[in-house]
């Protein structure tokens, strides 16, 4: 069964990070958004083979913060 993951990108002068706020510890990178969304399903994946489908679910949600 497929199952859908949020992930948070981050760019920067080596490329581009991402990581799985719902999954503890997967993170990966790549050059471009395209490799690290590659690498990013390979770390959910081998995640879930290796610690299987959490027990429960985080909520994710995006918010501001404004700063003076």
């Keep these: 069964m497929k199952q859908t993951y949020h992930v948070t990108l981050l760019r ?3 490329g581009v990070s991402v990581s799985c706020p719902e999954l503890p510890g997967c993170h990966s990178q790549g050059a471009t958004v395209e490799e690290a969304m590659e ?9 879930l083979d290796l610690y299987g489908q ?5 909520e ?3 918010m501001e913060v404004v700063t003076a």
């Design 12 to 14: 920067h002068e080596e």
């Design 60 to 62: 994710v949600r995006e």
């Design 54 to 58: 959490p027990d429960v679910r985080c």
């Design 39 to 47: 690498n990013i399903r390979d770390a959910i994946e081998g995640y």
